[in-house]
């Protein structure tokens, strides 16, 4: 069964930093690559990195190049993003997804997680 399960969500004050987990178990990890997306209320969701297990590139949004830093673990199966300087436009259910390359496009990922709340505050 393939499964992705974000972690590592909360709380927290502008300026200051989280970092999510995505543990992938059910399929071949070196074969996919990993995004993240997130989803604000009444927002369409958007991708926020993508990392390519095979080869380690990373792709950001504009929107948090210099902030964020996504990173693989590929002997725990696990991907993090690693979120800094936060925003409150950064508030958003935040979502990891295994697909066969990165894509901006969220419809071009197979699996899922069931997502992980991030909560800024001013």
């Known amino acids: 069964e393939v499964q992705l399960v974000e972690s590592g969500g909360g709380l927290v004050q502008a300026g200051g930093s989280l970092r999510l987990s995505c543990a992938a178990s059910?399929?071949?990890?070196?074969?996919?690559?990993i995004g993240w997306f997130r989803q604000a209320p009444g927002k369409e969701r958007e991708g926020v990195s993508c990392?390519?297990?095979?080869?380690?590139?990373?792709y950001y949004a504009d929107s948090v190049k210099g902030r964020f830093t996504i990173s693989s673990d590929n002997a725990k199966n696990t991907v993090y993003l690693q979120m800094n300087s936060l925003k409150p436009e950064d508030t958003a259910v935040y979502y990891c997804?295994?697909?066969?390359?990165?894509?901006?496009?969220?419809?071009?990922?197979?699996?899922w997680g069931q997502g992980t709340q991030v909560t800024v505050s001013s």
């Open positions: 997804a295994a697909g066969s390359s990165c894509h901006v496009w969220a419809h071009e990922y197979d699996y």
């Open positions: 059910g399929f071949t990890f070196d074969d996919y690559a």
């Open positions: 990392i390519s297990s095979s080869d380690g590139s990373t």
